[in-house]
Structures are given as C-alpha cells and as structure tokens.
C-alpha cells in the first residue's frame, strides 16, 4: 500500500491518523512513518483496511 492509498483510505473512513493509531493499537508515530514513506505498511494492516473499507461500503 502507498502513502496515497493509505490517507485515501483513512479519509474514506474519516479518521485521522491519530484515530487509525488508537484504534489499531499501533504508536501514532508508527502510522506517521507510514504516511511519511519512512516505513512500508504492513500487509496485515493493508489487509484490515481494506476489510474495513469493504464492510463501510455495504453499510446502508
């Protein structure tokens, strides 16, 4: 997943990176790596995002 595809995905989901952090469980300053391209995001997280974007877009 990029960077692009990562703050797309949040901003669907209206949270911010902070939210993701705390919901996820992971470090803000972890996630921030992440939207920085300091560090790749994990499949597993890639994976939950795109779970959660699914179930989002078959909500009524």
């Given amino acids: 997943m990029k960077t692009a ?10 949270w911010t990176q902070v939210t993701f952090a705390e919901y996820a469980g992971y ?4 996630v921030g790596r992440w939207m920085n391209g300091e560090s790749p995001v ?9 779970l959660l974007l699914a179930i989002r877009d078959r909500m009524p």
């Fill in 5 to 14: 595809d990562l703050s797309y995905a949040l901003a669907r989901l209206g």
């Fill in 27 to 30: 470090d803000r300053r972890t």
């Fill in 42 to 50: 994990p499949l597993l997280v890639e994976k939950h995002i795109d």
